[in-house]
């Protein structure tokens, strides 16, 4: 027997279908963030302008992708080295000018993604999308709940553009475009008036969903924060606010939590079945916040491992559960942050999927929190690793162990010559 036998058969005396947890994790798409090769930086605008809207990016390492091309070929050296379905996810900002005819955010076109169109298709990619309400001289610091109405203007009409956009990445595609709307809109002091910039974002949104789309192949999302760098105050698009704007517009907005938007001892992974008592489908920003909402690579850590189980118990897995991964480490090498955050959100899924939790539900439900206590405990010591690693192969993606010293190939020949 080969230690994966073994291993496998460990699970099946539990009762877990071992094939059946790698076939249904195979299919099941993560989007990868583009913004992770690049510091968050885009191509639509002067690449060493500030990042705006409370959000920051720390570390210099070298090899940052710099143009389109480069970030193509990042991605590719990740996906090489990732199993799994991964889908992209772009933000506005990295719109391509292939006639060297820049366009302003608000006039921007499907036209402006047309090589990624191309990229996703060749790799077989669905694509997610974002507008970009953040690093742009039109942030007055306030996008759409700005009381200047021009300003306001432009950024509803962002927004519509990015809805077009969306509708024709998942009709070129062939898979939903999960369209997420965040905004860095808030205040770094007590502000006088909450409510105004409240309505208007609403009366933005409103607006912005207006644009005639697809619910079927554009979901736009709400993603909700609770405070970014030099908006301590007060953020418009707070967890109440969002969350009410998603459930007073079903069949047009969904709900996005990102795991670092919330106060350190709340977390995602109670809120998720919370939700889902309730919306048919979410979606999720997964990420590692330390003490703040610092954006690090995704560990397998336990919040991470807890998020996912709920995702594979509610039957998040089957369309409910839109998962994407957010984070931007400029200490690190960036093709290894992204592949190991990558990486750690399929084994906590795997993980999730060999768990026999009809057994540990009708534990609970029989009130036995004493076997249900043992039966969690001895799941951890389980030869999972054995498992991940047949889950590699048969994805024809290496195991763990011999992907990094690629990536260190890949930043000697390629990155580190980017000067
Ligand atoms: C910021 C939000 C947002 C961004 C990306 C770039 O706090 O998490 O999702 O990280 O859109
Ligand atoms: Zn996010």
Request: glycine residues 6%; proline residues 6%.
């Given at each position: 027997?080969?230690?994966?036998?073994?291993?496998?058969?460990?699970?099946?005396?539990?009762?877990?279908?071992?094939e059946?947890?790698?076939d249904?994790?195979?299919?099941?798409?993560?989007?990868?963030?583009?913004?992770?090769?690049?510091?968050v930086?885009?191509?639509?605008?002067?690449?060493?302008?500030?990042?705006?809207?409370?959000?920051?990016?720390?570390?210099?390492?070298?090899?940052?992708?710099?143009?389109?091309?480069?970030?193509?070929?990042?991605?590719?050296?990740?996906?090489?080295l990732?199993?799994g379905?991964?889908?992209?996810?772009?933000?506005?900002?990295?719109?391509?000018?292939?006639?060297?005819?820049?366009?302003?955010?608000?006039k921007?076109?499907?036209?402006?993604?047309?090589?990624?169109v191309?990229?996703?298709?060749?790799?077989?990619?669905?694509?997610?999308?974002?507008?970009t309400?953040?690093?742009?001289?039109?942030?007055?610091?306030?996008?759409?709940?700005?009381?200047?109405?021009?300003?306001?203007?432009?950024?509803?009409?962002?927004?519509?553009?990015?809805?077009?956009?969306?509708?024709?990445?998942?009709?070129?595609?062939g898979?939903?475009?999960i369209?997420?709307?965040?905004?860095?809109?808030?205040?770094?002091?007590?502000?006088?008036?909450?409510?105004?910039?409240?309505v208007?974002?609403k009366?933005?949104m409103?607006?912005?969903?207006?644009?005639?789309f697809?619910?079927?192949?554009?979901?736009?999302?709400?993603?909700?924060?609770?405070f970014?760098?030099?908006?301590?105050?007060?953020?418009?698009?707070?967890?109440?606010?969002?969350?009410?704007?998603?459930?007073?517009?079903?069949?047009?907005c969904?709900?996005?939590?990102?795991?670092?938007?919330?106060?350190?001892?709340?977390?995602?992974?109670?809120?998720?079945?919370a939700?889902?008592?309730?919306?048919?489908?979410?979606?999720?920003?997964?990420?590692?916040?330390?003490?703040?909402?610092?954006?690090?690579?995704?560990?397998?850590?336990?919040?991470?491992?807890?998020?996912?189980?709920?995702?594979?118990?509610?039957?998040?897995?089957?369309?409910?559960?839109?998962?994407?991964?957010?984070?931007?480490?400029?200490?690190?090498n960036?093709?290894?942050?992204?592949?190991?955050?990558?990486?750690?959100?399929?084994?906590?899924?795997?993980?999730?999927?060999?768990?026999p939790?009809?057994?540990?539900k009708a534990?609970?439900?029989?009130?036995?929190?004493?076997?249900?206590?043992?039966a969690?405990?001895?799941m951890?010591?389980?030869?999972?690793?054995?498992?991940?690693?047949?889950?590699?192969?048969?994805?024809?993606?290496?195991?763990?162990?011999?992907?990094?010293?690629?990536v260190?190939?890949?930043?000697k020949?390629?990155q580190?010559?980017?000067?």
């Amino acid at each position: 027997m080969t230690l994966y036998e073994q291993a496998k058969a460990r699970y099946e005396a539990l009762g877990i279908d071992v094939e059946a947890a790698m076939d249904k994790l195979a299919k099941a798409p993560v989007s990868l963030h583009c913004w992770q090769g690049d510091d968050v930086r885009g191509f639509d605008g002067d690449p060493n302008a500030p990042l705006t809207g409370g959000i920051q990016t720390t570390g210099n390492y070298p090899g940052r992708a710099r143009t389109p091309d480069e970030l193509m070929a990042d991605l590719d050296m990740v996906m090489s080295l990732c199993p799994g379905t991964p889908k992209m996810n772009l933000h506005a900002c990295y719109a391509i000018f292939e006639d060297g005819q820049w366009a302003d955010r608000d006039k921007l076109e499907p036209k402006h993604f047309r090589k990624w169109v191309e990229f996703c298709k060749e790799r077989d990619l669905g694509c997610d999308f974002n507008p970009t309400f953040f690093s742009h001289p039109k942030c007055d610091p306030l996008t759409l709940a700005s009381p200047n109405e021009e300003t306001r203007r432009f950024w509803i009409e962002h927004g519509k553009a990015c809805i077009r956009i969306s509708q024709y990445l998942a009709e070129e595609l062939g898979q939903p475009c999960i369209m997420n709307i965040w905004t860095g809109d808030g205040f770094k002091d007590i502000p006088a008036d909450r409510l105004g910039p409240r309505v208007r974002y609403k009366e933005s949104m409103d607006e912005i969903l207006s644009e005639p789309f697809d619910f079927d192949k554009v979901k736009p999302c709400v993603e909700s924060k609770v405070f970014g760098i030099g908006v301590e105050a007060y953020t418009v698009g707070s967890a109440e606010y969002s969350l009410a704007y998603a459930a007073m517009n079903p069949g047009k907005c969904i709900p996005l939590m990102d795991n670092g938007h919330y106060h350190p001892t709340e977390v995602v992974s109670d809120k998720i079945p919370a939700l889902l008592a309730f919306f048919p489908e979410l979606a999720l920003h997964i990420t590692r916040p330390i003490r703040w909402d610092s954006d690090h690579v995704v560990l397998l850590d336990d919040e991470t491992k807890e998020i996912c189980k709920e995702i594979v118990r509610c039957g998040g897995l089957d369309g409910r559960v839109h998962m994407a991964l957010d984070y931007f480490d400029a200490s690190i090498n960036r093709v290894a942050a992204w592949v190991v955050g990558f990486r750690n959100v399929q084994k906590a899924l795997l993980m999730a999927l060999l768990t026999p939790a009809a057994d540990q539900k009708a534990l609970q439900d029989k009130d036995n929190w004493t076997a249900l206590m043992v039966a969690q405990e001895e799941m951890k010591t389980l030869p999972f690793g054995e498992i991940w690693n047949e889950y590699c192969r048969r994805c024809g993606k290496p195991e763990d162990g011999q992907w990094f010293q690629k990536v260190l190939d890949y930043e000697k020949e390629v990155q580190l010559k980017r000067v």
